[in-house]
C-alpha cells in the first residue's frame, strides 16, 4: 500500500467506522456464535502472495462482525462502561502514526512530557493533593499504565521494596527473604480479582478484610486484621482500598483507613478503576476525600472518560518509591538527561519497558469536550441509572440490592437465587440487551451499568420494558 491508496482508504475506514458507531443499536448486542465459529471462516495458513485491500474488507462483516459484542451499543448494559469517542479513536491513529516507543525521556520527548503534562491536567481536574501532581519540581507525578491491573500490581511491589528497607534499617540482621516471608497486604473482600491476582503474581499474602452492610471497608475492620496478624508475627505493608467495587460501586472508607494505614506505615493505594472519572464533577469529589492518605491512586479514563482502551491513569505522591523499585539502567538505555521534575524515564514506572504515545488521546479528549462536556458526560450516565432505579422500585416485585450512587443499578426479583439466575439467562438469551450479574451478600443480584456513550432515557426504557415482561414470564 502506498501514500496514495493509504490517504484513499483511510478516508473509507473512517466512513466505515462513523457508520458502524451511527447504526449499531440496529446490531444485536451479543453475537450468537459459538466457540471455535472463526477458524473455518478463514484459510488455514497465512496467504502465501498479497491479497487485495478489497478482499480483506469485504471479510470485516463476514468474519469479524457476527463474532462482535458490541461493547458500545445502547443496549450493552454489561461489565462498566469502556470508553469511546471520535476524538480518542483520531489520537490513537496519529499515536500508531509516530508510532514511538516511549521508555525514556530522550526516547521520545513528546511522548514522555504530553504524558506528564496530561496527568497533572487530570490531577487538577480531580483536585488531588498538590503532592500527586508532578509540575516543574515535584516529587510526585503520574504515569499512564495500560490497565488497572497493573498499576495495583506495580504499587504491590513498590511497597513490599519500602518496605523491605524500612524494616532491614531497623534490624540490619534480617534478610531481605525474612522480610519477604513474613509480610501481608490487605484488600476489601469486595475488592476487583485483579487485586488478589497482584498478590499471586508478586508471590504476597494477602488477606480479604470483610465489608459491612453498605460493602464498603471500615477502618476498625482494617485495625482489627492487622493486630491479629502483627500478633502471628507478620509485617503488614500494603492495603488496597477500591472506590467504587466492581460488584456494586462501594465505597472504602478512606477517611477512617487512611490513617490507620499511616500510623502503621502501611503502602495505601487506591484503586477507583470506574469511579474515578466521576470525581471531575464537584458533586461527586467527596467520593474522594481521603485520599490525601494515600502513596497511589489509579482510574481508568478508558472505562467512563471517552478515552478509548488503553488508558489507565496511576499517581504516586513519592516517585522514588516507585522508581527505587523498579530502576534499572543499562548502558543502551542510558541517555544525558537525569532524572528530575522535567526529565522522566516512564520506563522506571512500569513493567514493560515499551510503551505507546497514549497521552495524546487524553490531550484531543480534554481539548475537544472541555472539563464541562465531560462533566455533562458522567452526569448523564448517572441520571440514567436513576430513571432506571426509579423503574425498579416502581415494581413490586424487585428490589434494589445497593446504593445507586453512580451509573450502576444492582437490582433482583424479590425471591429466591434460581429465579434470579433464570431471569438472567432468558435476558441474555433473547439478546436484546447484555447484562452481567454479580452475588452480594450471598445473593444472585443483576447489575444494569449505563455503559454506551450514545445511552438515551428511550433505551432505558425499552430495556426496563423488556426486563418487566421477562420477570412476568419467570415468575409464571
Ligand atoms: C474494571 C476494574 C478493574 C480492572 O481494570 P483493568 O484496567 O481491566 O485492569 C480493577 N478494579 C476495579 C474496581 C474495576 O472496576
Known amino acids: 500500500m502506498d501514500a496514495a491508496e493509504f490517504r484513499r482508504r483511510g478516508k473509507e475506514m473512517v466512513d466505515y467506522i462513523a457508520d458502524y458507531m451511527e447504526t449499531i443499536e440496529r446490531r444485536q448486542v451479543y453475537p450468537d456464535v459459538q466457540p471455535g465459529y472463526l477458524r473455518p471462516l478463514i484459510p488455514e495458513e497465512a496467504p502465501e502472495a498479497p491479497e487485495t485491500y478489497e478482499d480483506v474488507v469485504k471479510d470485516i462483516e463476514r468474519v469479524i462482525m457476527p463474532g462482535v459484542t458490541h461493547w458500545h451499543s445502547p443496549y450493552f448494559y454489561a461489565y462498566f462502561p469502556t470508553a469511546n469517542s471520535y476524538p480518542a479513536m483520531l489520537a490513537d491513529m496519529l499515536s500508531g502514526a509516530i508510532g514511538c516507543i516511549g521508555f525514556s525521556w530522550a526516547a521520545s520527548p513528546a511522548c514522555t512530557e504530553l504524558e506528564t503534562v496530561m496527568l497533572d491536567w487530570l490531577g487538577k481536574m480531580l483536585k488531588l493533593p498538590q503532592e500527586f501532581i ?106 488496597c482500598a477500591t472506590l467504587g467495587t466492581t460488584p456494586s460501586c462501594a465505597f472504602d472508607r478512606i477517611t477512617e483507613l487512611g490513617p490507620v494505614c499511616n500510623a502503621e ?15 471531575i464533577c ?65 520506563r522506571h514506572w512500569q513493567i514493560p519497558l515499551g510503551r505507546r504515545f497514549r497521552s495524546l488521546k487524553m ?22 441509572a436513576k430513571e432506571f432505579e426509579g423503574l425498579v422500585r416502581k415494581d413490586g416485585r424487585f ?13 433482583r426479583l424479590k425471591g429466591s437465587n434460581d429465579v434470579n439466575e433464570t431471569l438472567l439467562k432468558r435476558i441474555n438469551a433473547a439478546r436484546r440487551i447484555h447484562l452481567v450479574p454479580c452475588q452480594l451478600a450471598g445473593r444472585f443480584v443483576l447489575r ?29
Open 134 to 239: 508532578a509540575g516543574t519540581s515535584g516529587k510526585g507525578g503520574g504515569v499512564l499504565q495500560g490497565t488497572a491491573s497493573e498499576a495495583t500490581l506495580v504499587a504491590l511491589l513498590a511497597a513490599r521494596s519500602r518496605k523491605v528497607k524500612q524494616i532491614r534499617s531497623e534490624e540490619p540482621d534480617l534478610s531481605e527473604a525474612q522480610v519477604i516471608s513474613r509480610l501481608v497486604a490487605y484488600a476489601s473482600d469486595q475488592a476487583h480479582s485483579s487485586v488478589e491476582r497482584a498478590g499471586l503474581i508478586g508471590g504476597m499474602r494477602m488477606r480479604k478484610i470483610p465489608t459491612d452492610e453498605k460493602f464498603a471497608v471500615r477502618g476498625e475492620a482494617l485495625r482489627r486484621a492487622i493486630e491479629e496478624d502483627k500478633a502471628a508475627g507478620l509485617i503488614p505493608f500494603y492495603f
Open 399 to 411: 428490589e434494589i440490592s445497593a446504593d445507586v450512587v453512580l451509573g450502576l443499578v444492582c437490582f
Open 282 to 346: 464537584p458533586e461527586f469529589r467527596p467520593l474522594l476525600d481521603g485520599v490525601e492518605f494515600a502513596d497511589s491512586f489509579n482510574f481508568n479514563p478508558h472505562k467512563w472518560l471517552l478515552v478509548n482502551f488503553d488508558c489507565s491513569t496511576m499517581w504516586v505522591k513519592k516517585r522514588s518509591d516507585i522508581i527505587g523499585a523498579f530502576k534499572m539502567d543499562p548502558l543502551y538505555l542510558k541517555h544525558d538527561h537525569q532524572e528530575s521534575g522535567l526529565v522522566t524515564d516512564y
Open 265 to 279: 506505615k502501611l503502602w495505601m493505594h487506591i484503586d477507583a478503576a470506574y469511579a474515578g472519572s466521576s470525581f
Open 363 to 384: 490531550w484531543f479528549v480534554f481539548r475537544l469536550y472541555g472539563v464541562r462536556g465531560l462533566q455533562a458526560y458522567i452526569r448523564q450516565h448517572v441520571k440514567l
Open 448 to 476: 444494569f451499568a449505563v455503559c454506551a456513550r450514545t445511552t438515551e432515557s428511550r433505551h432505558v426504557q425499552q430495556a426496563w420494558q423488556h426486563i418487566a415482561e421477562l420477570a412476568s414470564e419467570v415468575l409464571q
